[in-house]
């Protein structure tokens, strides 16, 4: 009987030992991507048309047929949505416009800051 409790005393212990060595800074040990997320030197150029092209334009090129007429391979294109705000809203995913890109998942926050930051920019053809 006496084995028998220590065995449990000290499975106990250990377990409280492990526990005890829990590391809860999990922001320090798995940094955020949104601090190496640069916004600053966002341009339609060099930041929104590859995005949309790599994103968006395979539905959303051309004639655009099978996007519903709405066609994102322009900056004309892609202002006159993005001034809306169904170019924002589809790709945050948030119920105000049609999820995108459809049938795929959320575009990585980086590149949804990218096109946030572009928009409160003004949307230059940069």
């Given at each position: 009987m006496k084995k028998q409790i220590l065995s449990i005393s000290t499975l106990v212990l250990c377990i409280l030992l492990i526990q005890g060595c829990y590391y809860d800074?999990?922001?320090?040990?798995?940094p955020s991507s949104a601090a190496a997320c640069d916004t600053t030197t966002v341009t339609y150029s060099a930041t929104i048309a590859p995005l949309?092209?790599?994103?968006?334009?395979?539905?959303?090129?051309?004639?655009?047929?099978a996007g519903a007429g709405i066609v994102l391979d322009t900056y004309a294109g892609v202002?006159?949505?993005a001034a809306n705000g169904k170019l924002l809203n589809s790709i945050i995913q948030n119920g105000a416009a049609s999820a995108m890109p459809k049938g795929s998942?959320?575009?990585p926050d980086c590149s949804i800051n990218k096109v946030r930051?572009?928009?409160?920019?003004?949307?230059l053809n940069n």
């Open positions: 800074k999990a922001d320090l040990v798995y949309m092209n790599a994103s968006c334009n395979s539905c959303h090129g051309g004639t655009a047929a202002k006159t949505y998942g959320k575009l930051a572009w928009i409160n920019k003004g949307m």
